[in-house]
């Protein structure tokens, strides 16, 4: 299962409403699960690289604190 391997956001139940007509008519509803936004990135940890897939939220904050690699091996 897709899962953020730093803060372990995971993919979430949750409904489709349909509507029709105007105001609050509800037609039906249908089940969707909503998937995180995970991304492969690699980064430095105790001077070693590792891959992990993380979602948009985390590679946010590793950006801002400086721990990515990008392909050429330097830190971002």
């Given at each position: 299962?897709?899962?953020?391997q ?9 409904n ?20 995180p ?22 590679l946010?904050k ?8 990008d392909?050429?091996?330097?830190i971002?």
């Amino acid at each position: 299962m897709a899962r953020c391997q730093i803060c372990g956001k995971k993919p979430v139940r949750g409904n489709k409403v349909i509507r029709t007509g105007t105001g609050k008519w509800i037609k039906k509803r249908v089940a969707v699960l909503r998937k995180p936004n995970l991304q492969s990135v690699t980064i430095i940890k105790d001077g070693q690289k590792k891959k992990l897939r993380v979602c948009a939220k985390c590679l946010k904050k590793l950006r801002k604190e400086g721990k990515l690699v990008d392909y050429k091996g330097k830190i971002k």
